[in-house]
């Protein structure tokens, strides 16, 4: 018998300030609420105190933004798909905003040990005038640990609903899929960040986003395993593949700081989490 985890969070604004509300059952809970820009922006930290899951598991996430709500959520530490002999280990989240609500979901790492059968699924639905960042990154064990991914599989699905859907299966002994330059090429880290909007982008915004993405990319290490596309009207997606998570998370982090500026006005301002 596995854990199953449920979180439940809902953002409106009230009297001028962004306020979240929650309900949880077992062990997937909101650590810490912060306001380090102020009233408008509520962060939230999630943390699963069990620290990874096996086989069985599963932690469904809800987040709900009502209209004219900012939040922005993270992890203080890398999601963990350990070995598991029998059921998947399932992570559901699934994200509401309604009309002008913003939202920020930017979790730690998903590591997937040896061994492990693991599903993450994130599915997005957004309102007119919705627009929220988010990101996925996942490494193919801890090769820098001398863990490497040897056994097991993955099923990554990403879904903004009628507009883009990435769904696909690694398993650990594709090794056509895993080391050939069509495929991920021996990299051990895949990264996923995007931006998304309940209406289509406005061209000037989009060529905004388009331009400081690249600039990032340009000047970093990783410029020539990361692209970026319009997967839709309403949505830009931008792409890595690395050796670890430390320079994809580097460059996903610069681009998510200038997006943010751009699409929204709002500062350079980490979690404080990330700092500790």
Same mark, same amino acid.
């Given at each position: 018998m596995g854990w199953h985890a449920n979180l439940s969070l809902q953002y409106a604004v009230e009297a001028g300030r962004c306020v979240a509300r929650f309900s949880h059952n077992g062990p997937l809970r909101v650590l810490k609420t912060l306001y380090p820009e102020g009233d408008q922006v509520c962060h939230n930290v999630l943390v699963h105190p069990p620290g990874g899951l096996v086989g069985g598991d599963t932690l469904d /996430?809800?987040?709900?933004?009502?209209?004219?709500?900012? =939040?922005?959520?993270?992890?203080?530490? *890398? *999601?963990?798909?350990?070995?598991?002999?029998?059921?998947?280990?399932?992570?559901?989240?699934?994200?509401?905003?309604?009309?002008?609500?913003?939202?920020?979901?930017?979790?730690?790492?998903? /590591?997937?040990?040896?061994?492990?059968?693991?599903?993450?699924?994130?599915?997005?639905?957004? =309102?007119?005038? *919705?627009?929220? /960042?988010?990101?996925?990154?996942?490494?193919?064990?801890?090769?820098?640990?001398?863990?490497?991914?040897? *056994?097991?599989?993955?099923?990554?699905?990403?879904?903004?609903?009628?507009?883009?859907?990435?769904?696909?299966? /690694?398993?650990?002994?594709?090794?056509?899929?895993?080391?050939?330059?069509?495929?991920?090429?021996?990299q051990t880290c895949i990264a996923t960040l995007f931006f998304a909007c309940g209406n289509a982008l406005e061209r000037k915004l989009r060529d905004a986003l388009f331009d400081a993405a690249r600039v990032c990319m340009d000047a970093h290490p990783l410029k020539a395993q990361a692209g970026i596309t319009s997967a839709g009207p309403r949505v830009l997606v931008l792409r890595v593949l690395s050796p670890g998570v430390e320079p994809a998370m580097g460059l996903l982090r610069q681009v998510w700081l200038a997006w943010r500026g751009l699409a929204w006005g709002k500062p350079a301002v980490m979690p404080r989490i990330w700092a500790t």
């Open positions: /996430i809800q987040v709900h933004v009502n209209s004219g709500a900012h =939040a922005l959520i993270t992890t203080p530490g *890398a *999601a963990r798909f350990y070995r598991s002999d029998g059921e998947p280990a399932l992570q559901r989240t699934a994200l509401h905003l309604e009309p002008d609500a913003c939202l920020e979901w930017l979790p730690l790492e998903a /590591i997937l040990y040896t061994g492990c059968k693991a599903e993450n699924r994130l599915t997005a639905e957004l =309102a007119d005038g *919705a627009q929220m /960042i988010g990101w996925d990154v996942t490494s193919l064990g801890l090769p820098s640990a001398g863990l490497p991914f040897l *056994a097991g599989s993955f099923l990554q699905h990403l879904e903004l609903v009628d507009q883009w859907l990435e769904r696909g299966r /690694i398993a650990a002994d594709d090794h056509l899929l895993l080391t050939s330059p069509l495929g991920l090429g021996g």
